[in-house]
């Protein structure tokens, strides 16, 4: 498996692992080349089967920290459960760690399988703040709450 940074280019596979994920399209504009952040996709065989972005938010926001974060993983559904998305958590650390100390992600407080990876699999987030809404994101429209996650370098 190869982890590269994605290209406009990339978009129509990206939209096919969404597709198959059940998952609303990334647009161009969510994966076009910026300084600020990084999208990376996961390639086996030439064909991309996983993609993931960070975002830097400047600003706090209520209970949640200026900083990097990692945002949303998509892996297409033959994919899952092969390292796909440990390989593109991993080298969005990397990124991050090139560029700050503290990386954040927060996720719905039932996605176990999410909680699970970025706290056992070597990535040392642990839970900081439980709130219904972070960053403007709410969980199963307001019936779940999120849980936001810090880890350091």
């Given amino acids: ?14 939209h096919a692992v969404c597709d198959a994920s059940a998952r ?13 952040r990084v999208v990376l996709v996961a390639v086996t065989q030439g064909e991309v089967v996983g993609v993931a972005k960070t975002h830097l938010h ?13 945002g949303g993983v998509v892996v297409a559904p033959g994919f899952r459960r092969r390292g796909v998305g440990s390989a593109l958590t991993r080298a969005r650390l990397e990124w991050i760690w ?9 996720t719905n407080e039932h996605n176990t399988a999410s909680i699970r990876m970025h706290e056992t699999l070597g990535f040392g987030f642990r839970p900081v703040v439980r709130s219904s809404k972070i960053r403007g994101v709410t969980a199963d429209d307001g019936r779940s709450g999120l849980i936001l996650f810090e880890a350091s370098r």
């Fill in 1 to 14: 498996m190869q982890i590269r940074e994605s290209t406009l280019d990339d978009l129509a596979h990206v």
């Fill in 24 to 36: 609303a399209r990334w647009t161009s504009e969510m994966i076009a080349p910026r300084s600020d």
């Fill in 58 to 70: 400047p600003h706090p926001d209520g209970g949640a920290p200026a900083g990097h974060y990692l």
């Fill in 98 to 106: 090139s560029r700050a100390s503290t990386a954040y992600y927060f």
